[in-house]
């Protein structure tokens, strides 16, 4: 087995790159695409495939909490990798982190910031990223800059899945070379599984070489709206799909609720976090 926390770092690489991949309050409309549109003025069937997985897990009824909370066990090669309560505005556009042995990251928009001062950093700004995109990923499938292909099924364990392409345009977070495989699960049309490639921090070629893949599972429904409350990590290539499993995160206590100004606000005895 590679180096578990080699591991780590790729997979939190990828969520790190999410850290501007965030909507605002006010969602820009999506672009319509009238040459390979499914109607006049309609937009293509790769984005429909998209807003399908979007409505599903009705992100209509996400948008109009301000705030969501979960509680996150993670765990890479039978280690403890996190243990935490992850806190953000549901556009992602500021989270908190209350790490079990006291740490605490906070992203208020701009900076990210780490308590206490003496706190280890490495790693810290994947963290505050990483697991709270792939948390709100079925709500942000379609956000300003994403850009999607329609893809064949891929047949996994005797089921085909519909599958799409979703890339981002320039200048959209730290790697806009990022891509991703969405699966869809037939049965409910919930979101399956993302395939993912890690761009940041390395070239393209020897990043597309290294590919893994998010699978979710245990959905419950919290407010009308479709969550899963288990995820496990893979690896994952183009002719075999998901393959060895890597790690996994279960989730509980998920709670919607209207947030104070000051929970986001930076930490006293903290430090700046940023790379």
Known sequence: MKN??????????????????????????????????????????AVAFAQSIENTHNKSAWNDHTAVAFDINLKFGGSER????????TNSSKIRIDKE?????????????????????????????????????????TDPGTNWESMPTRKQDSMEYPTGRLTFGDNIGDAPD??????????????HAAAYVVTFGSELEKANENPHAIVYSNYVK??????????????????????KKLGEADLSDIVFFDAQADLFEKPENSKIITK
């Open 82 to 89: 996190l243990n935490a309560k992850i806190t953000s505005l």
């Open 222 to 243: 919290v407010d009308s709206v479709n969550m899963a409350t288990h995820w496990d990590f893979h690896e994952w290539n183009e002719t075999d799909g998901i393959g």
């Open 101 to 141: 042995n006291g740490d605490k990251l906070v992203y208020d928009g701009a900076e990210v910031f780490l308590c206490p001062q003496t706190a280890v950093d490495k790693g810290a700004r994947f963290d505050m990223f990483t697991w709270q995109y792939f948390f709100a990923m079925p709500f942000k499938l």
């Open 178 to 191: 990022d891509w991703y495989i969405i699966y869809q699960n037939p049965k409910n049309n919930l979101l």
């Open 4 to 45: 578990a926390f080699v591991l780590i770092m790729l997979l939190a690489l990828s969520g790190c790159n999410q850290a501007q991949k965030k909507d605002s309050n006010m969602a820009e409309p999506i672009e319509t695409e009238p040459n390979s549109g499914i109607g006049d003025g309609a937009v293509s069937p």
